[in-house]
């Protein structure tokens, strides 16, 4: 990646840094270096420090926020009056928040966003998770997530956008400029961090908190474009990983800190470990007490500490005794006022309430949820046209685990959802239906009833999959299945002769090996946030066509894992090793990444490169007309997938280089046109320099990464 210079900076807050930095004792600066959070200590003495200027930020976990729109229960603004009133210099607290997404309003998880590809709704729902959160008096959030997941059994691979580094980085880009704008500072936009710092989603075994193997080389194609993605849309801040990758903690890599992110990157926001990692230096091996974990920190290029205390503790004395550098400690703490003021915090200190009962949950922030879970939804299987369903249909029933469920469609992070705004599927399947249709439900918990009930049917609607808190921060997983007895439930289901439209819920691609070979119909729906059930509902009843696509590999069996599509190319394959040759084929996913059905089918042809030679700097375009021969309108993700053909180093077998969402009506063609330039073809050549290579390229244009007219171009 190439050097960039640090962007220029607002020169007017340089001035008032330095001001406000000139006034500061020792301990006032590394209280603005202390984020507290209610587990550190009582509200009392967490209010003292406020007024001693000992916090520089408060992580709003567990305190009450969760009515963010109501006054009498929400703390901020007597915290953040005690900050700027009765401190000595006055300066307000950041509030920071994991609004992941979204805050009172849920939009589907990172995962099922993701399954969107649709840069437009990543950037509208963080926009509205943005406006909502700042209305609260919270002006930081510690989302985009961007960690590359190809592995399933880890439980965060649901705030992730999933496993390729090309659509988390389109994802993330669009998920920055949505939370702060073009440029931070409008009331409505808040700071965001993108985390975590990086090779976290590398968990060895999928274990969450356990340490990453990644080569330098890997690191640099595969794990930082998304974070490279976010800095270059103008992120604030950046949250370090929990892992160490090759030994070095992330949270005192000076690689990772300074050379890759400050020098190569040009980063000037503040960076903040992930929770407790200070003192976690200790748990890892790396330093023998507080202090040094401290010292370690701060010298690497850490500026904001996480709930560790370690900071707030041992700076002072560290720097008074000359073992750390009073520069370090004002770099830091320049840093965190950088963005105190870019965001507007001096300015707008407080929540408005006002404002906040008025777009909190608003009409038009559901109608955006509602469409970012219609996009989430994919179509695994429909055999002979089961779906849609005719809202004519005379007796249909919703059941299964899942059918009636609200809280459960919020997700793993849900700091304000409540479970009275979420509209179930049952509620969903009613709203669409017709007057004379009847609709069975209940019977959730007790089989037999749902037996019973399912076999007087013409159809059933089976719903099913993860509890949210099957996935999320530590919940790993060592079997892929469905939960315990759902299979069985399907299986039965299935037995009884009518027709079953299987909707799975989940936080990560489960094993559907099963179910796809006798299941007619099969929506796979992640956790779709407050509007999901309606989202369903619309769905299979055709009132909206599907169009999402997978944003990880689904593998046949747990065993398969680690699977992704843009693997390295390997002998295994081999025709003239039969045995192997029939072994692999077998192992092949059971649906691959960028899969997903509509109800109409999509024709590509015509494909074109022009030119057929890439030279210099100038790019190619790449043209192929998509036609909806089908007999409904839709919309189809088009993805680009492209493979270098002889390099210096094993290249993968082909990546994603672009895709693009196109709406066609029913009979209407659209050509749809990629460009690409030398610099998408770069990765970490032979000798660790970054850059392309010439030769010949393969390229497709395909519906999903298995299938695609092909065309091929070289490179001078
Ligand atoms: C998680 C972060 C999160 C932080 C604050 C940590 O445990 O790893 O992703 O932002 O807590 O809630």
Redesign the pocket.
């Known amino acids: 990646m190439k050097k960039r210079m640090p962007a220029a900076s607002d020169s007017a807050i340089e001035q008032k840094i330095n001001e406000l930095l000139g006034k500061m004792t020792p301990e006032e600066k590394a209280g603005q270096l202390h984020q507290t959070h209610k587990s550190c200590c009582s509200y009392e003495d967490m209010m003292a420090m406020v007024r001693k200027g000992r916090v520089g930020s408060i992580?709003l976990?567990g305190m009450p926020t969760g009515r963010a729109d109501d006054e009498r229960e929400n703390a901020v603004n007597e915290i953040q009056r005690i900050a700027v009133e009765e401190s000595r210099l006055g300066t307000p607290i950041l509030f920071?928040?994991?609004v992941?997404h979204g805050l009172r309003t849920v939009f589907p998880i990172p995962l099922g966003l993701a399954a969107g590809w649709s840069r437009d709704a990543a950037l509208a729902t963080a926009s509205i998770a943005a406006a909502e959160t700042a209305s609260a008096g919270i002006r930081w959030t510690?989302?985009p997530?961007v960690d590359i997941s190809r592995d399933p059994r880890w439980g965060?691979i649901a705030?992730s956008f999933g496993e390729d580094p090309y659509l988390c980085s389109e994802l993330a880009f669009a998920a920055v400029r949505g939370y702060q704008g073009e440029k931070l500072g409008a009331p409505d936009k808040i700071a965001a961090?993108v985390?975590?710092f990086a090779g976290?989603g590398a968990a060895v075994g999928g274990r969450d908190h356990t340490n990453s193997n990644i080569s330098e080389r890997a690191l640099r194609d595969i794990y930082l474009p998304s974070f490279r993605a976010a800095v270059k849309a103008g992120v604030a801040t950046v949250?370090t990983?929990?892992n160490d990758i090759d030994g070095i903690p992330c949270t005192v890599s000076k690689y990772l800190l300074k050379d890759v992110l400050r020098e190569e990157w040009g980063f000037d926001g503040f960076v903040v470990t992930?929770?407790?990692c200070i003192d976690y230096l200790r748990l890892q091996g790396i330093a023998a007490d507080k202090a040094e974990a401290a010292e370690m920190a701060i010298k690497s290029g850490i500026d904001m500490d996480?709930v560790s205390g370690c900071f707030n503790d041992h700076l002072v004395q560290l720097v008074g005794k000359g073992a750390v550098p009073v520069e370090e400690l004002d770099r830091a703490v320049r840093n965190v006022l950088r963005i105190k003021f870019r965001v507007g915090l001096f300015e707008r200190p407080y929540a408005d309430f006002n404002l906040a009962g008025k777009i909190i949950l608003c009409e038009n922030h559901k109608k955006v949820a509602l469409e970012a879970a219609e996009k989430s939804l994919v179509l695994l299987r429909n055999e002979n046209h089961l779906l849609p369903l005719s809202p004519d249909i005379k007796r249909i029933a919703v059941m299964g685990p899942l059918s009636e469920s609200r809280s459960e469609l919020l997700g793993c992070w849900n700091p304000a959802g409540r479970s009275e705004d979420v509209i179930t599927v049952a509620e969903g399947v009613k709203s669409v239906v017709s007057p004379g249709t009847t609709v069975f439900t209940g019977g959730g918990g007790f089989e037999d009833t749902l037996l019973t009930t399912s076999s007087k049917a013409d159809a059933v609607i089976l719903v099913v999959g993860e509890h949210p808190l099957r996935s999320g921060?530590g919940r790993d997983i060592t079997s892929l299945t469905l939960p315990a007895g759902q299979e069985e439930l399907i299986r039965r289901v299935h037995n009884c002769g009518i027709p079953v439209i299987l909707v799975v819920m989940a936080g990560r691609q489960l094993d559907l090996s099963w179910a796809a070979e006798h299941i007619p119909a099969i929506v796979y729906a992640w956790h779709p946030g407050t509007m999901g059930g309606q989202a369903i509902a619309n769905v299979l009843f055709g009132k909206v066509n599907p169009s999402g696509k997978t944003p990880v590999t689904f593998p046949r069996t747990t065993g398969q894992i680690p699977l992704y599509y843009n693997c390295k190319r390997n002998i295994f394959g081999n025709p003239s090793n039969m045995q192997n040759y029939l072994e692999i084929a077998r192992q092949g996913p059971l649906f691959p990444f960028g899969f997903g059905l509509s109800y109409t089918r999509f024709d590509y042809s015509n494909l074109s490169i022009s030119p057929d030679t890439m030279t210099g700097n100038s790019g190619i375009v790449i043209a192929a007309d998509i036609t909806n021969a089908g007999e409904a309108d839709g919309e189809e993700v088009v993805q680009l997938y492209v493979k270098d053909c002889i390099a210096s180093v094993n290249r993968p077998v082909k990546e994603l280089k672009g895709f693009d969402r196109v709406y066609l009506r029913r009979g209407e063609t659209k050509t749809v046109k990629f460009k690409l330039n030398e610099v998408d073809l770069a990765f970490t050549r032979s000798d660790m320099s970054w850059g392309s290579e010439p030769g010949e390229f393969i390229i497709w244009v395909g519906p999903d990464s298995e299938r695609g007219l092909q065309g091929s171009f070289v490179l001078k």
């Open positions: 992580l976990w920071g928040l994991d992941i510690f989302t997530m965060r705030e961090c985390k975590h976290y949250m990983a929990f992930d929770f407790q996480m921060e």
